[in-house]
């Protein structure tokens, strides 16, 4: 198992170590590394523009029907990234951790602009599994 964090292109408070930029992925690289992250653990640092990401949000809501906000765009950008890294055979998973409804007022329903190096044009989502949890939820 290999684990690939995804950090904003425009900040990359992974790789720095500190708050060295603006981006408009809400809910990571909040300007400081949690004592808690052990960086030594972890594998290349995936960097995702924000723009791209984006645009994969919307992509996903539009395609596949899933309203998801910017972060998780951000993080199937970053798996594909990986996969591709890895091999065309890698199995690479991914977390949708939120859902659009606080972002409804952001960048994530603008008309954002494709930019060269973006990967979200290219790629041809097809269907998608959910997996269930493993212990039983609480009422």
Do not use: W
């Amino acid at each position: 198992v290999r684990v690939h964090p995804g950090e904003p292109a425009e900040s990359p408070t992974l790789s720095v170590g500190c708050h060295v930029g603006d981006h408009r992925i809400q809910g990571i690289s909040d300007e400081f590394v949690p004592p808690v992250v052990n960086l030594a653990g972890l594998d290349a640092i995936i960097p995702v523009p924000d723009g791209d990401a984006i645009l994969m949000a919307q992509k996903l809501a539009s395609e596949l029907g899933l309203g998801v906000g910017i972060s998780s765009g951000a993080n199937l950008l970053a798996a594909l990234e990986a996969q591709e890294r890895l091999s065309p055979d890698a199995v690479a998973v991914t977390i949708f951790c939120d859902d659009n409804k606080k972002y409804l007022t952001t960048a994530l329903t603008g008309k954002e602009p494709v930019r060269p190096g973006y990967r979200t044009p290219h790629v041809e989502l097809q269907s998608y599994r959910v997996i269930p949890p493993l212990s039983p939820q609480l009422p």
